[in-house]
């Protein structure tokens, strides 16, 4: 009888290739306002077209962002860094048409970020 020698199959594990982002348009909607519209899953990794057109209109001047989320299926703490990047020279952002997913990161982020106490103010607010 005759071995046959194959090489040894790996395991590959989880999928760990990044998710993908689609910005479908980036437009001026006035002087200093960006319009962009994604599509798809925004992480830590697939997010960096998205920073690096940001950088881009903020070096040319623009204070507001509108950001069409309506087609976003996945995002995680990525985003957030990115809208954090955004408004952290006094810049401004709305999203609009935020999917469940959307929605659901946004709630558990300000959840995170500051809730008052049970049963009323948070000490040195008035």
Not at 54 to 67: E, H, Q, R
Not at 83 to 108: E, K, M, N
């Amino acid at each position: 009888m005759t071995e046959t020698h194959r090489p040894p199959r790996r395991d590959q594990g989880a999928d760990t290739a990044p998710g993908g982002i689609v910005v479908h348009s980036c437009v001026h909607v006035g002087p200093a306002t960006l319009l962009v519209r994604l599509t798809g899953e925004i992480d830590h990794y697939s997010a960096a077209p998205l920073r690096a057109i940001l950088a881009s209109a903020a070096a040319d001047g623009c204070t507001d962002l509108v950001l069409d989320a309506s087609r976003v299926t996945f995002c995680d703490s990525g985003l957030l860094a990115v809208l954090d990047q955004w408004s952290r020279l006094g810049r401004r952002y709305r999203i609009d048409a935020p999917p469940a997913v959307v929605l659901r990161l946004l709630r558990v982020a300000a959840g995170t970020l500051w809730s008052p106490p049970p049963g009323g103010r948070a000490a040195g607010r008035r």
